[in-house]
Nanobody
Framework: QVQLVESGGGLVQPGGSLRLSCTAS????????IGWFRQAPGKEREGVIC???????YYSDSVKGRFGISRDNAKNTVYLQMNRLKPEDTAIYYC???????????????????????WGQGTQVTVSS
């Protein structure tokens, strides 16, 4: 059974950091592109960051310089490192897998949710003092 499970969410103060994990079961992440998306209350889901199977990383402008993505293939896990968090980063964060590997023309395509086939259930991140 193919499954993605996010963890690591929680409450953090503005300026703080969190690291989210996305662990896959039923398939190997190495060959897939993995994206992180978020959805804030009352807003549409948006793409945040993506790493294609060849290691190319795509960022949305809102997180560039603050968020990073990495893989641990031995653990079949992808991480989202979030630094200098802001209240506007508050959202449910989802990871997703693109089974075609992620050969994107630009970040717009890379962060388009319709490129992705498998989704996790999401983890809440709240940035508040």
């Amino acid at each position: 059974q193919v499954q993605l499970v996010e963890s690591g969410g929680g409450l953090v103060q503005p300026g703080g950091s969190l690291r989210l994990s996305c662990t896959a079961s039923g398939f190997t992440l190495d060959y897939y592109a993995i994206g992180w998306f978020r959805q804030a209350p009352g807003k549409e889901r948006e793409g945040v960051i993506c790493m294609s199977s060849d290691g190319t990383t795509y960022y949305s402008d809102s997180v560039k310089g603050r968020f990073g993505i990495s893989r641990d293939n031995a653990k079949n896990t992808v991480y989202l490192q979030m630094n200098r968090l802001k209240p506007e980063d508050t959202a449910i964060y989802y990871c997703a897998a693109d089974t075609e590997g992620g050969y994107y023309s630009d970040f717009i395509q890379a962060l388009n949710e319709y490129e992705y086939d498998y989704w996790g259930q999401g983890t809440q991140v709240t940035v508040s003092s």
